[in-house]
């Protein structure tokens, strides 16, 4: 059975503080991985991870997909309250589907 | 550009009745997918389309159908809703498929309570 699997399910931290995000995956023709970040309405988009090791950044946000451990981690430093949200990553599976994981609820207390 | 769009954004429905949930989007996108959300269990794909013309069951298809209307317009259709269908749906579109790296835009999703 597919799955995406993200840990923790909810991390609650101080302002200023570092965290790290877990994100692992079991996919049948696994193509890419997604980021997202979803606050009170719909997912925005973060960052598409599909070469191993290559570290995209974007701000103060950063990711890194590992094919070899099936698992990717989202890193957001010096974290601000607009930070919390629900994040969510989702595995591309062949040419259309998206296998999302539960997601990971951030909550950024001043 | 006003994206993906959904309406209704909320709907109470008793159980046995039926609806029909739309969604448009303006970006010229070939590809269309219907999510919903459950607390706790991330999102979960019920149908896609492809392009115009073809629509395909995702992971959760069972008690739900769909029609793409035209290259804009993808609706789901609940025939005789169920307590289990209580959710919030969310909308997608994205140019080509997901496995071709283009980015799925969600609308802003449909909060549906089933009595």
């Known amino acids: 059975e597919d799955k995406v699997v993200q840990s923790p399910l909810s991390l609650v931290v101080h302002e200023g503080d570092t965290v790290t995000l877990n994100c692992s995956y079991e996919?049948?023709?696994?193509?890419?991985l997604l980021w997202y970040k979803q606050e009170k309405k719909a997912p925005t988009f973060l960052f598409m991870l599909t070469s191993s090791g290559i570290e995209k950044k974007s701000g103060r946000l950063s990711s890194i997909l590992d094919k070899k451990e099936l698992s990717s981690i989202l890193n957001i430093t010096a974290t601000q309250t607009g930070d919390s949200a629900i994040y969510l990553c989702?595995?591309?599976?062949?040419?259309?589907?998206?296998?999302f994981g539960q997601g990971t609820r951030l909550t950024i207390n001043p | 550009n006003a994206g993906v769009t959904q309406t209704p954004k909320f709907q109470v429905l008793k159980t046995g009745q039926s609806m029909t949930l739309q969604c448009a989007q303006d970006?010229?996108?070939?590809?269309m997918y219907w999510y919903r959300q459950d607390p706790g269990m991330g999102l979960r794909l019920i149908y896609y389309?492809?392009?115009?013309?073809?629509?395909d069951k995702g992971e959760v298809p069972n008690g739900y159908n769909v029609s793409r209307l035209n290259k804009r317009e993808f609706s789901l259709r609940l025939e005789s809703a169920a307590p289990s269908q209580t959710s919030v749906y969310f909308c997608?579109?994205?140019?080509?498929?997901?496995?071709?790296?283009?980015?799925?835009?969600f609308g802003p999703g449909t909060r549906l309570t089933v009595l």
């Open positions: 996919v049948t023709n696994f193509r890419s």
């Open positions: 989702a595995a591309i599976q062949g040419a259309q589907k998206l296998v």
């Open positions: 997608a579109s994205s140019e080509g498929g997901a496995g071709l790296g283009d980015t799925q835009y």
């Open positions: 970006m010229n996108h070939n590809s």
């Open positions: 389309s492809a392009s115009e013309g073809t629509t």
